[in-house]
């Protein structure tokens, strides 16, 4: 059974004192918390002082980048053999921020999902359209080719216990979240895209949705579409109280999970 899952991305954001006080918190409010998982990814050089300060089994650490080789003559480059000497769960590749400002194509970033695959790590991949896509109606063209490029050279089986987050470009950072409902169509899409190839793992695979999710009423909209799985979460991870109310949401929009509500303080 897929489950659900909040990854909050701290991109270039964070201290060593943010690090500590911000884990260290998030543990306590989260004492014993079961109905998901939640990582954290904050940027490489705190990911070790992160893990130090993690206590509860279902707070993960997610990286927010990986390098295609696991050693060698690669300066300033991290490998997925290091992340996961350090307890690293998740790996986030493809994020439009690096695709756009490190220029990564589609067969860069399947070099870095079977890297992470071959390594043990799961890979979070980030697909998504610009806003000229979306207006000239190509979102399923962009996502499917962003996921053919791991079909193409990995086959399906990569995709099992793997992530796909949806995070359409035009909505990151921009305050603007796209609607619950076309966001639902997206993730139906892509996972009736890897039914075609096999069933189980695409009813297993979690897609998650990220762009401008900031408190905890849109998170709800987001988590009662069946497609959607959990959230990246961008801005809002930095604010602890905005954080932990995103991760309410999930107990909000299932009866099932409102007897755990009561371990949310
Ligand atoms: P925001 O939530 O800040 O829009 O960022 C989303 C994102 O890029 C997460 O990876």
């Not at 069933?199 to 897609?207: D, G, K, M, R, S």
Request: glycine share 6%; proline share 2%.
């Amino acid at each position: 059974m897929r489950h659900r899952l909040i990854i909050g991305n701290w991109k270039l954001n964070g201290n060593k004192n943010i690090t500590k006080n911000f884990i260290k918190s998030l543990c306590t409010e989260l004492s014993n918390i079961s109905f998901c998982d939640i990582a954290i990814a904050p940027p490489a050089v705190y990911l070790y002082l992160a893990k130090q300060e993690i206590s509860n089994i279902n707070i993960s650490l997610s990286a927010q980048n990986v390098d295609i080789n696991l050693c060698g003559a690669f300066t300033g480059e991290t490998s997925a053999d290091m992340l996961k000497d350090i307890g690293v769960k998740y790996v986030i590749i493809g994020h439009s921020e690096r695709r756009t400002y490190h220029k990564e194509t589609n067969d860069f970033v399947a070099k870095k999902f079977q890297v992470l695959k071959q390594s043990g790590l799961i890979p979070v991949l980030c697909i998504g359209e610009t806003q000229e896509e979306n207006e000239a109606g190509k979102t399923e063209e962009v996502c499917s080719n962003q996921i053919d490029a791991i079909l193409k050279t990995q086959g399906i089986l990569a995709f099992q216990k793997s992530v796909i987050a949806y995070e359409p470009i035009w909505s990151i950072g921009t305050g603007k979240s796209a609607n619950p409902i076309q966001v639902q169509k997206v993730h139906n899409f892509i996972r009736n895209y890897l039914k075609k190839q096999d069933t189980t793992i695409a009813e297993q695979i979690i897609i998650q949705y990220g762009g401008s999710v900031n408190d905890e009423k849109k998170a709800t909209e987001f988590f009662m579409q069946p497609d959607i799985d959990g959230i990246l979460v961008g801005g809002a991870s930095l604010k602890l109280n905005v954080f932990i109310s995103i991760i309410r949401a999930i107990a909000t929009t299932n009866k099932n999970l409102k007897s755990e509500l009561n371990i949310i303080k």
